[in-house]
């Protein structure tokens, strides 16, 4: 089992840095072959590029410090692609305020293996600085992004692209801690390619899914990403979600075209015969969406130098396009800005011919106070301009929208006749839920633990929470469970919630507006609050799901209205004693009875308080009701 670093290791771990230049490289989505993070600091020298130098200098001088035993770490930008190529010398900046490449020189990382590692998680004072972006926003309007499109497209049909990739960027203030901002960051998304620098005038801060290359003697491989789809909001969802972008012709065709440009780009420097796709059009997922990766791999030929390699592949063809020197000249006229560190590399070269770069995607530049992110993808001709600028702006998703700090919650009742009830659906809950949110949890150790506590309860009901944050760790705690105070009375939440909010599906802690109206109404002497959605349709309680009783049958609200599917509801709808559809607040007035539900205290039936919320809720579903017949219309 793999452990990556929780906040506490991390702080510990860069804050001694983060005054002085250093380069930390993450894993915190492991696969075979990537196990490790490292830290490079205390450097003896810097290795930089900048227009004007050398080539052939530069590149001797990296092969000395490698001779002599020392390891390489930093960055390459985009730019420094057109140094790489006689054709593309036109386009090559005569002044940078930054070098095109950074490299520290160091005698020996901190490497930090991640593979059945029994970390200490002793508890320690965390950090209470924080941090702020203002003035958030795209570079590029819509109006200008659908006329480069318009612009790729004609390039197309003239025959001097198949495929563009076209970005710009987000541009922002910051104030504030970079390392709260990192944390804050890879909480939204831990990935396989994460870095975070300090080169003494600037922070990069990379959350990369994408591997550039990684080189161990003379095997080298490369991940091209190409196809991009947002996440759904349960697990059975995701996997229809990946199993259409698997199918998903256009993004086949555009996956396919970087991986045949990759495998010339390495059949540039690899041993005849030895060019092989070994993985083809799968789907990796990240918290905020899904992308299609493929995997290429060979053998280099004999005396290959860092120098052949990065001008065989640099920039990866996953963020040029294809063919690529002729794409990366539309992309030099059609970008009104340089990309700098964005779509270049970041990574580590070892003295023992080991290297790993990242495709510096998701990938941020801070320097005085001013951030900046690259956000873009592959244009191509039958790209509908409206859906690649949201794909776009779905990928900054991760900047632009707060990732909380939260627990998985399961809470479950346990009798002394019966031990825990439903526990198997529980466990299943919570499986999937870790699952859908990329949570290491050792259902195994929840299991060794539950049966353990079993051995202390000496009263005859409990409730029992199991929680598990984002980094994997359990923690459960448990009370006597009260008897419940009748009649159980309920009322109308004014506040419409949003049925495309994520965390409504899955039981977390993150529940600030349900346990807010629940400590309010509990004050005026209900139970319960039950919420409307902004379609007006009924949802749930704040700690229950609810079911009407109509013709003698049970109903509870659809899943798509925007509620958990709860572990009783879940038992309810298994065994057929209850049926899913949208009900709304007209569906209250006429029912013969009505309930909520949870697994602690069983179905309840209750009464609710229908006050002036009547009128309120009719407006807002024939306000809904508009808009929807609007939609139809046109």
Not at 104 to 113: A, K, N, Q, T
Not at 217 to 234: A, E, F, H, N, W
Not at 286 to 300: A, C, E, G, W
């Amino acid at each position: 089992m793999y452990h990556p670093f929780n906040e506490e290791d991390l702080n510990c771990l860069i804050n001694p840095h983060i005054s002085s230049p250093f380069v930390f490289l993450e894993t915190a989505s492991f696969n075979p072959g990537n196990e490790k993070s490292l830290l490079f600091s205390s450097f003896c020298d810097f290795l930089l590029f900048y227009p004007g130098d050398n080539l052939d200098s530069f590149f001797r001088k990296m092969e000395d410090y490698l001779q002599m035993g020392f390891w390489l770490s930093g960055f390459f930008s985009y730019e420094f692609g057109y140094f790489l190529e006689p054709s593309l010398s036109e386009f090559r900046p005569e002044y940078t305020n930054s070098p095109l490449v950074w490299l520290g020189v160091c005698r020996e990382p901190l490497i930090f293996y991640h593979k059945d590692h029994n970390k200490s998680r002793k508890k320690i004072k965390g950090h209470s600085s924080h941090c702020e972006l203002k003035n958030l926003g795209p570079s590029l309007n819509e109006t200008e992004y659908y006329s480069g499109i318009r612009n790729i497209k004609r390039q197309i049909e003239e025959g001097q692209t198949y495929q563009v990739n076209f970005t710009f960027k987000y541009k922002f203030d910051f104030q504030g801690s970079i390392l709260d901002f990192y944390l804050n960051l890879r909480r939204a998304q831990p990935t396989s390619y994460m870095a975070f620098l300090n080169t003494g005038k600037e922070y990069i801060l990379s959350l990369s899914p994408e591997l550039f290359f990684h080189l161990k003697k003379d095997q080298i491989k490369v991940r091209p990403m190409k196809g991009t789809l947002s996440r759904g909001y349960l697990l059975n969802e995701d996997e229809e979600r990946i199993h259409w972008l698997k199918n998903d012709i256009k993004n086949r065709a555009e996956n396919v075209m970087i991986v045949d440009l990759m495998r010339n780009d390495l059949g540039r420097i690899s041993k005849t015969g030895t060019v092989v796709v070994e993985e083809l059009f799968e789907v990796e997922k990240y918290r905020t969406l899904h992308q299609m990766v493929s995997t290429i791999k060979s053998s280099l030929k004999k005396g290959i130098s860092f120098k052949e390699i990065f001008q065989a592949l640099f920039p990866s063809g996953s963020v040029t396009g294809a063919p690529k020197i002729s794409t990366m000249k539309i992309i030099a006229e059609l970008e009104k800005e340089s990309r700098h560190i964005y779509t270049g590399a970041i990574g580590y070269i070892s003295p023992h011919r080991e290297a790993s770069f990242n495709v510096a995607i998701r990938t941020i530049l801070i320097r005085e106070g001013k951030g900046e992110m690259g956000v873009g993808g592959g244009i191509v001709y039958d790209s509908w301009q409206d859906q690649e600028y949201k794909e776009a702006h779905l990928k900054a998703h991760f900047l632009t929208q707060k990732f909380p700090q939260f627990s998985l919650i399961e809470s479950i009742r346990w009798e002394r006749e019966k031990g825990f009830h439903l526990l198997d659906l529980h466990l299943n809950r919570l499986t999937n839920s870790a699952r859908y949110f990329q949570i290491p949890l050792d259902l195994e150790e929840v299991k060794k633990r539950l049966a353990a506590l079993e051995t202390k309860l000496r009263k005859e009901w409990y409730k029992v929470r199991v929680l598990v944050n984002l980094e994997g760790e359990i923690e459960i705690n448990y009370q006597p469970l009260g008897e419940t105070i009748l009649p159980v009375k309920v009322k109308l939440s004014r506040k419409r919630i949003d049925p495309t909010n994520l965390f409504l599906y899955h039981k977390t802690t993150y529940r600030h507006l349900y346990d807010r109206e629940k400590s309010l109404a509990n004050k005026e002497g209900f139970f319960e609050v039950i919420f409307i959605n902004s379609r007006g349709e009924l949802t749930e309680g704040a700690i229950s799901n609810i079911f009407l009783l109509i013709q003698d049958k049970l109903f509870t609200p659809s899943l798509t209205c925007g509620l958990l599917p709860g572990v009783l509801r879940q038992h309810l709808l298994e065994k057929g004693e209850v049926s899913e559809r949208v009900l709304y607040l007209d569906d209250i007035l006429p029912a013969q009875k009505v309930f909520i539900g949870n697994s602690v205290r069983g179905l309840l039936e209750v009464e609710i308080c229908l006050p002036s919320l009547k009128k309120e809720y009719q407006e807002t579903r024939y306000k809904a009701q508009a808009q929807i017949e609007a939609i139809e219309t046109a």
